[in-house]
């Protein structure tokens, strides 16, 4: 079906009530726009280009609003070492059922492609051509920092290993993840309008640096996510950031009681 703008703006605006109470956003893009961008086995071949899909993030509310309640309220949750990816599919199914007519379907990010070890979809790239967040891809950078003269910080032996990109949002900085993309099969809406995501780190400099952290410092000093200033209440709070840090085998064992507490706190709130 060809969507009119109001049909569009109701889908949007229930997305939104859906899912902005548990910590999550959704941007719009056309898949034709992802698969211009990526390689042939990752496109999305038997999906319609002008289909109309959605790129749901996590904002640093999400584990306090969304992930809490799922484990200690939904009764649930089967396997709480995987708790997380669990929670994810959890709101993004119940998504999907309240847009039954659109034929929709949705994929985690750590979703595979059937069959394959290959990811179901590039959630940078989807949050790029969605303009959620700037993915700063290394290949261009690298480039850049050469022609310039930039000397870059990691050693030849370093990159032979492979230097990864990272997406930056204008507001969240790197205190976000991206967690689905939910397509609605059969629904077009050629006439949206594609947004470009800011690019908000600047300089060369800046864009290394980025790439540097995000690679080859400790990635749990959490400091790529600092690249642009962030306000404090937009980042994890602490049981967040320990919850990240300890082995996802481990995580549940060791922070039962630390979780439970503070979902009891937030719920007295
Ligand atoms: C596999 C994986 C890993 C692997 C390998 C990393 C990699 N990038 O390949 C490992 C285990 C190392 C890893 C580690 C981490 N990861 Co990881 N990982 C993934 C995962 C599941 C798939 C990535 C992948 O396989 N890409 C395949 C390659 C080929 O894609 P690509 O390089 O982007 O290139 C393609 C396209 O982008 C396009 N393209 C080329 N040039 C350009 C240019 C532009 C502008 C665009 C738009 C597209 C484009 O063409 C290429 C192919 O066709 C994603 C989630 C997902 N579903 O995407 C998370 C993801 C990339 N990881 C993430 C994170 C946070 C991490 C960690 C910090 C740990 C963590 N989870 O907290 C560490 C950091 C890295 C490190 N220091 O080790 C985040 C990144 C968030 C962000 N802000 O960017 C993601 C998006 C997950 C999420 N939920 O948000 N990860």
């Not at 990816?85 to 007519?101: A, H, P, R, T, V």
Request: hydrophobic residues 35%; negative net charge; contains cysteine.
């Amino acid at each position: 079906m060809d969507l009119s703008q109001e049909e569009f703006e109701l889908i949007q605006s229930l997305l939104e009530s859906q899912l902005t109470p548990f910590g999550f956003e959704s941007s719009p893009l056309l898949i034709k726009w992802y698969n211009e961008q990526v390689d042939k086995k990752f496109k999305f071949k038997s999906i319609h280009e002008d289909s109309l899909a959605f790129c749901v993030t996590s904002t640093s509310e999400m584990f306090e609003r969304g992930f809490l309640p799922f484990v200690f309220e939904s009764g649930i949750c089967r396997d709480l070492r995987n708790a997380l990816d669990e929670s994810i599919g959890f709101y993004l199914k119940k998504m999907c059922q309240d847009l039954q007519n659109y034929q929709p379907i949705f994929y985690r990010d750590s979703d595979l492609e059937p069959g394959t070890r290959r990811p179901a979809f590039l959630a940078q790239t989807a949050a790029h051509v969605s303009g959620v967040a700037y993915y700063y891809h290394p290949s261009e950078i690298i480039q850049s920092a050469k022609r310039e003269g930039i000397p870059l910080p990691w050693s030849e032996e370093d990159q032979q290993g492979r230097v990864y990109g990272v997406s930056i949002h204008h507001k969240y900085g790197g205190w976000f993840a991206i967690r689905g993309l939910i397509i609605l099969q059969n629904v077009k809406y050629k006439s949206l309008q594609q947004t470009p995501p800011p690019d908000v780190v600047e300089s060369i400099q800046l864009k290394v640096k980025l790439l540097n952290d995000f690679n080859f410092s400790n990635w749990k000093n959490w400091n790529y996510r600092d690249i642009i200033p962030v306000h404090p209440k937009m980042k994890y709070s602490q049981l967040q950031r320990k919850y990240f840090e300890t082995e996802p085998k481990l995580r549940y064992d060791s922070l039962h009681d630390e979780l439970k507490q503070s979902w009891l706190n937030l719920k007295e709130m």
